[in-house]
């Protein structure tokens, strides 16, 4: 039987039984975007790869097995050139009448520093092992395997358990990946451009067929790194941490007098946790902060009244900025160099 080539429907019909409204399909391309999935046609937006593959079509029609053509680039694909200039040659006449040729001056490429090593080394990430179904959990027949690009349907347990060619999976182990117009897989190096090429991408790991899973299920929290920024004012320093679904429940923010702590937990399971030794003395009592949609913002109460030069005491800040004078390190707000005992420039002064 033929199989029909409309995007979200991709089913097998007989032609006596196909008519104008048997076809459910979404006429338009696909969207990622900021990590929502979506069709253009239609206004549902969903965050996994499984649920935008079950968004339901929104055009009713007719099936087909013809593949539309291509849509015509309107780009015009142009020839790099190059052109290749040559310094102009002069002649040098010494005392003698004696012409002298050079080939004009000489350029010295500019070197640039080596990038100096992060201090902090990531380990590799260990490959997670696949979960496996448990086998004393019954099946229903036509059950469809929740292993990626697979789409393989549970017929009974010698069919699709045992040691045939039926029961073997081939999947894909990694997460979509759309990119500047590639798509492919992040467990394999092959990238296509259309998305039908994407769906059939032949996954790149053997294994066992995930029909219903494991009875006891295990979730694993993953460690993240968030982004931070920071500003400062006359009195206070004002720091964000960029994570979006925060469990403001299960997250923890800890001030003391010369450090802050940190535990961010997500509702999708993620975790930051980071301790931030302080440039300066703070006012853990009259600090704050506040779970914002995509980030959270700590405001730190400043302890003395100079300017912090960096947030945290482990950086090599630099030079400082100031508040109210012009020069170096000095007082908050002052019109002349007023030093907290504190201060880093204080033992200059004695």
């Known amino acids: 039987m033929p199989i029909c080539v409309h995007k979200g429907c991709e089913k097998t019909y007989e032609e006596k039984d196909n008519h104008e409204t048997a076809c459910l399909y979404h006429p338009s391309a696909p969207i990622f975007h900021e990590g929502l999935k979506g069709w253009q046609c239609c206004s549902k937006r969903v965050t996994s790869f499984d649920e935008f593959l079950a968004i339901p079509g929104c055009t009713k029609g007719r099936h087909s097995n013809e593949v539309p053509p291509p849509p015509e680039s309107n780009e015009t694909s142009k020839e790099s050139e190059t052109v290749s200039s040559k310094p102009s040659i002069e002649p040098t006449i010494d005392k003698n009448g004696v012409e002298t040729y050079n080939s004009g001056p000489t350029y010295t490429p500019i070197q640039s520093k080596p990038t100096e090593p992060s201090q902090k080394v990531k380990p590799p990430p260990q490959e997670e092992k696949p979960e496996e179904d448990d086998l004393s959990i019954p099946v229903e027949p036509g059950t469809v395997c929740k292993r990626s690009s697979c789409n393989t349907a549970y017929v009974d347990d010698a069919t699709s358990r045992n040691e045939g060619p039926q029961a073997e999976c081939v999947y894909h182990s990694g997460t979509p990946i759309f990119h500047e117009g590639s798509k492919g897989w992040s467990c394999c190096s092959r990238k296509v451009l259309e998305f039908e090429e994407f769906l059939k991408i032949k996954g790149c790991k053997q294994g066992k067929h995930l029909f219903v899973g494991s009875s ?15 500003y400062q004012t006359p009195s206070n320093v004002i720091m964000s941490v960029f994570c979006k679904k925060i469990d403001k429940e299960h997250s923890t923010i800890n001030f003391k007098e010369k450090e802050i702590c940190i535990d961010l937990r997500t509702a999708d399971n993620k975790r930051f946790k ?33 300017s912090w030069p960096s947030l945290r005491a482990d950086e090599d800040f630099g030079t400082a ?14 019109k002349e160099y007023i030093l907290a005992s504190d201060s880093p420039l204080y033992a200059n002064q004695q």
């Not at 009259?286 to 405001?299: A, G, R």
């Not at 900025?321 to 002052?334: D, S």
């Open 321 to 334: 900025t100031t508040f109210g004078v012009q020069g170096g390190n000095a007082t908050v707000g002052g």
């Open 274 to 306: 980071e301790d931030f030794p302080l440039y300066q003395y703070i006012e853990p009592e009259n600090s704050t902060y506040e779970f914002l949609t995509t980030k959270v913002e700590i405001k730190l109460k400043k302890a003395n009244g100079i």
């Open 216 to 230: 006891k299920k295990e979730k694993r929290e993953e460690i993240i790194e968030c982004r931070h920024d920071w």
